[in-house]
């Protein structure tokens, strides 16, 4: 299991374009918002700066995340999963890799966004909840991790990147990365707190204001992490 999680580190950041795209979408996004456009009084636009930071850093982590998916589903299409199957590496071996590694890739984007805020965003922070935020938001994408691995290996080729991008879009929204929740109406908002989007989001903004997470994040996001790598551990052993 070691080896193979070496393998997947290497073969993450080999991938430059991928990296690019993790870094570059979230960050043209926030400064769209935070630069371009003008959605909040001047009085709120520091407040306003450091929330959206949290929100895109936690929205790109999360593209890249579920989009271990796609590779997958490319890796079943060459016989890469027929070739596993013949290893020692058990399932739940496999999808510990593929969550660590995916987790692991997503961190530059993290820190290239959290870097635009303190560069051209202006936000000021205690030093302290810089590494802090990394983290937090770092831990909170470990779901959507699990969700790509079970995409990858229920849908192949071109379906899963349609249905992950689907899925990707309607968890960020409900989330409130792009909105925040309060301007939902109440039912959505009701739906929204069990959300692991917002729930990952919740990490860094409660970071914000200098407070711990809430035991209902820690617990939500907790859930979902082990719901998704069950169904991505069965998956996996279907597809074989």
């Known amino acids: 299991m070691r080896s193979y999680l070496s393998l997947e580190l290497r073969r993450g950041f080999r991938n430059p374009a991928g990296l690019v795209l993790l870094t570059g979408f979230p960050v043209a996004l926030y400064l769209l ?4 456009l003008n959605v ?5 636009q520091g407040d306003f700066a450091a929330a959206t930071m949290v929100s895109m850093a936690t929205y790109g982590s999360m593209g890249g995340a579920l989009f271990i998916g796609g590779a997958i589903a490319l890796e079943r299409g060459k016989g890469w999963a027929r ?3 013949v290893t020692p590496l058990p399932a739940h071996g496999y999808v510990v890799a593929k969550l660590v590694s995916g987790a692991t ?13 303190a560069l051209f965003a202006g936000v000021r ?3 302290w909840t810089w ?10 994408v470990m779901p959507f991790a699990a969700l790509g ?14 249905a992950m991008m689907a899925v990707y879009f309607g968890l ?7 909105l925040p929740i309060q301007l939902m109406p109440e039912g959505m908002r009701v739906l929204a707190e069990y959300s692991p989007a917002y729930q990952a989001g919740s990490l860094g903004w409660r970071a914000l204001e200098g407070e711990w997470p809430t035991g209902t994040a820690v617990g939500v996001l907790a859930a979902w992490t082990l719901l998704f790598a069950a169904l991505a551990v069965w998956r996996y052993r279907r597809a074989l």
């Open 33 to 36: 918002w935070t630069k371009v």
């Open 105 to 117: 890739g997503v961190l530059p984007s993290i820190v290239v966004v959290l870097a635009a805020g």
């Open 83 to 85: 070739q596993l199957a």
């Open 149 to 162: 691995i079970a995409f990858g290996y229920t849908l192949k080729g071109q379906a899963a990147n349609l």
């Open 172 to 178: 960020s929204v409900l989330g409130g990365l792009w």
């Open 131 to 140: 590494p802090a935020l990394v983290v937090l938001i770092w831990l909170g």
């Open 40 to 44: 909040v009084p001047q009085e709120q």
């Open 125 to 127: 922070l205690p030093l």
